[in-house]
């Protein structure tokens, strides 16, 4: 399996680049080496090529739980990026939430409960065209709620009665919330979603657990979902122009083999454009 070591600096050449542009945040990473062939090619949700042989094989489910928080913290960068990209905290967009009475702990019913939801809304609403995010989030007693991003994708300003999302949705209550305008909704939401607060929490002082919530998640879920029209931002060979002096994030990880050779030096930086 081998591991990855956070270090100050690399005594390695970065010969790679890679990045990504979503909204005012551009990501960049540097690697020391680059595979030139995949080693395999995807088929299905299922199945898979390996490439060298030809073989076909079925993706395997890990229960392995730093495997399955390694795969939730790429979803969750792949989030900010998609947020980053389709939000901005305009008028045209709102953020709520939807939560049951009972304490519902089925993930399936959960999404099914919501494409219902959905297709309601927009029977309700045929004049607005509409697009979502959804961040599915477990509560440390087993029950699950749902985030949801809106937008009006003709920009007018969106308004939706608490009272009717309510009626609409019909198993619990629903909290509305207006996103503030941001330069970086992505970091600010998917920071709430992966915090857990302590139990020490009050009114007045609130304390948080960094990425705690991410334990809560079953191995192999789908934690967010989009609807067509939401963009999702690739990682792109070419240099993206960053009119920024100074990275707001960096990071060098170095991976090792298990006999603590060095196989691998990685860099992240991540830029905000209008910072200068």
Known sequence: MGKSIVVSKSVYPFRYKRSRVSGNIIEVRKYE?????????????????????????????????????????????????????NFSGSSSEVWFTVTYRENMQDSKRLYEDWKKFW?????????????????????????????????????KSLFLPQKALMALWGHGGVNIKRLDSSDNIGAYLSAYLSNLPTDSTTETEK??????????????????????????????????????????????????????????????????????
Request: proline share 5%; net charge positive.
């Open 119 to 155: 297709q309601k809304l927009k029977y309700e609403n045929p004049e607005m065209p509409l697009e979502y995010v959804i961040v599915a989030e477990p509560q440390k007693r087993g029950a699950w709620h749902l985030h949801v991003l809106a937008k009006r994708t003709d920009k």
């Open 207 to 276: 304390s948080y657990v960094k990425g705690a919530r991410l334990h809560l998640y079953p191995p192999g879920m789908n934690f967010y979902r989009c609807s067509r029209g939401i963009k999702k931002p690739e990682w792109q060979k070419k240099n993206a122009a960053i009119s920024a002096d100074t990275p707001i994030y960096r990071k060098i990880i170095e991976i090792v083999d298990d006999a603590g050779k060095h196989v691998q030096t990685i860099e992240y930086l991540q830029y905000n454009t209008k910072r200068h």
């Open 33 to 85: 080496k680059m595979n030139t062939e995949m080693p395999i090619t995807k088929i299905d949700e299922k199945r898979y090529i390996v490439n060298s042989t030809g073989e076909i094989k079925l993706y395997q489910k890990s229960d392995n739980r730093s495997d399955n928080l390694y795969g939730l913290s790429v979803s969750m960068a792949n989030l900010r990026s998609v947020l980053n990209e």
